[in-house]
């Protein structure tokens, strides 16, 4: 792909202007803020710090940032030792419990000193040198962030019904970032590095989203001249959730954030996730109609029909009855994301965003640190 001249949102000067950064340029001489939010983490946590951190290049270069939405699973005791053991590593408390405020309350704290914001999540798994590489990809694809694909792995046979479907077109529709392998320019990705500029000039994370707080993001960074570079060949390695209830409860606060998305940034909202709140309002009605007209029950039947065919040729392939739960976990799915969406237009008004309303992330004065 043939690098392109890249324009950086400063939204706080009033214009824009050409990248900064060199393609020939090492990676470390920029300073990587790494921000990992977490929530009883515990299990997790000492693992995916110590990938974060291996091959971290020079000391200072790097500054990991644990910030703990309360934990009560020993998770705080666990950063606490983190901290004292490594010079590079800072605990904050997030008492909001919010992802979105989790990283701007790092940024606000520490962001003085770094050239680069870098967002990872403690329920993952890291590749060799990720910060490093994702360093190299800002540099040499002159983009304003950079995106990596999340591919699920689990390991109890739920977890990996799950894991099948959040890897597959069935659950995710086809997203570029989920299990793809085509690297470029994209409209939306996992989360993973920033220029700290950009970041701020956009206004951080919206805080008063719950999920869905990086498309959104992206949504503005994009409307403000940045671009986002998915690079298929860092890949992050997630956990999924493990238990039917777990699963529809994620969903269904996907679905509601992504309805917010949606109304404030209209032109972001693709044909499927139009499809699920469109078939899970048909099916309904169906439901309700099949008293009077029975064929209306078609609709819904299909749709099981087609799952059920999914689920089997999964299971023939696998050589695993396990492998039937993809049914269930693809219905889980898609109906809590629709029911999610459906109850956020509903409980919550939302207003079209506008670039004139842009007002950069302020850091606190003081709170800095030499890197």
């Given at each position: 792909m043939t690098t392109e001249t890249a324009t950086t949102v400063a939204c706080e000067r009033g214009t824009t202007g050409a990248a900064t950064s060199n393609a020939a340029q090492p990676a470390w001489p920029w300073r990587a803020l790494i921000v990992m939010p977490t929530l009883n983490e515990a299990a997790h946590l000492e693992a995916a710090v110590s990938d974060l951190l291996?091959?971290?290049?020079?000391?200072?270069?790097?500054?990991l940032v644990i910030v703990d939405g309360g934990s009560t699973d020993g998770t705080l005791a666990l950063a606490e030792r983190?901290?004292?053991?490594?010079?590079?590593?800072?605990l904050l408390h997030n008492p909001a419990r919010i992802q979105?405020?989790?990283v701007n309350l790092a940024v606000r704290g520490f962001g003085h000193d770094f050239d680069v914001l870098i967002r990872c999540d403690a329920h993952a798994l890291y590749p060799p040198a990720f910060c490093a590489r994702l360093l190299e990809t800002l540099a040499y694809?002159?983009?304003?962030?950079?995106?990596?694909?999340?591919?699920s792995v689990g390991h109890g046979a739920l977890q990996r019904a799950v894991a099948?479907?959040?890897?597959?077109p069935v659950g995710t529709g086809g997203a570029a970032h989920r299990a793809g392998h085509t690297s470029g320019f994209v409209d939306h990705g996992h989360h993973a590095a920033f220029r700290m500029d950009t970041f701020r000039n956009c206004g951080g994370y919206d805080e008063t989203f719950t999920h869905n707080e990086d498309a959104e993001f992206d949504c503005r960074q994009r409307a403000l001249g940045g671009r986002v570079f998915l690079d298929s060949a860092i890949r992050v390695t997630y956990h999924p959730r493990a238990s039917f209830g777990g699963l529809w409860r994620q969903y269904f606060c996907y679905g509601a954030g992504r309805s917010r998305t949606a109304r404030r940034h209209p032109g972001s909202l693709r044909v499927r996730q139009i499809a699920l709140p469109v078939h899970l309002g048909v099916s309904v009605i169906a439901f309700a109609g099949s008293p009077w007209c029975p064929a209306l029950l078609l609709w819904p039947a299909a749709y099981l029909g087609l799952l059920t065919l999914v689920a089997?040729?999964?299971?023939v392939r696998q050589g695993s009855l396990a492998a039937l739960l993809t049914g269930p976990v693809a219905l889980v799915m898609h109906s809590a994301w629709a029911s999610g969406f459906l109850a956020g237009l509903i409980q919550r008004r939302e207003g079209v965003w506008r670039?004139?309303?842009t007002v950069p992330l302020r850091l606190a004065e003081g709170l800095g640190e030499p890197a």
């Open positions: 291996r091959g971290a290049a020079e000391p200072g270069a790097v500054r983190l901290a004292r053991e490594h010079a590079s590593v800072r979105s405020v989790a694809r002159q983009a304003d962030s950079v995106v990596v694909p999340l591919d099948r479907v959040s890897n597959s089997l040729s999964w299971a670039p004139n309303m």
